[in-house]
């Protein structure tokens, strides 16, 4: 595994969206410790008091940063209660998040170390006042910051630990040669993007995913089909996505976040 060498990027993905200070003075924190920092916005709209979403799209998204980046990742509702802070350091990578699920997947799909942050360590960091409702502030902005400028290794901040929260995604599943999945978010399209990645797909010849009670083809891009029509096909993440051509597959469907997703054999239940 590669070792981290701190590039200076910092990626930031929260549930915050851009109403009020909170991630103005989250990169204010870390850009008064590392004022060459440089700070990219992954998201911060990742739904609200779900970890799930925030690390299902920073698992998939880590590889298209240097490696020697730092990805901060708060979405937090157990702000200011004994919950861990977990570090995971893979690929050349380091991730900083709460000990809710976040990183779980993370880990996995790095084979990361992951270290639980010993809040006695921070003290000499200087990271010692902390409000009870913004730990992304006053914890987590300071500490990324520091691992970005290198003046602290990973290792140096907490003891390794396979004792972290589990994913709250559960895998996709097989049925009767069926795959089960479930719709994780939409995007701005209103696109629906599942848990179903492109090598769980390899068993079907020609598959078909049914979704609120349609029969959806496979293709290969949205330009494929007429304007209104529903289709089916993987992203650029490299997830099963359905889309509905130049309209909202979320609104047509009536479908949204957890919703059921199968992939079929196309001749097993025809158009």
Known sequence: MAAFDPCGVITITTDFGHRGPFVGTMKGVMLSRHPNAKLVDLTHEAHVHWPAEAGFWLERSYQYFPRGSVHLAVVDPGVGTSREVLLVEGYGHVFLAPDNGLLAGVIDRTRGVALAVDHARLTGLGIDRLSATFHGRDLFAPLAAELAAGRIPPAALGAPTTDYIPSLIEPPSWRSGELHGVVITTDHFGNLITNIERADLARFARPVVRAAGHDIPFLRTYGDVAP???????????????????????????LGRGGPVVVAEAAAHPR
Request: aromatic share 4%; net charge negative.
């Open 228 to 254: 209104g029509a529903l289709l089916a096909l993987i992203n650029s993440f490299e997830v099963l996505e359905v889309a509905c051509a130049e309209q909202h597959a979320a609104e047509t469907l009536g």
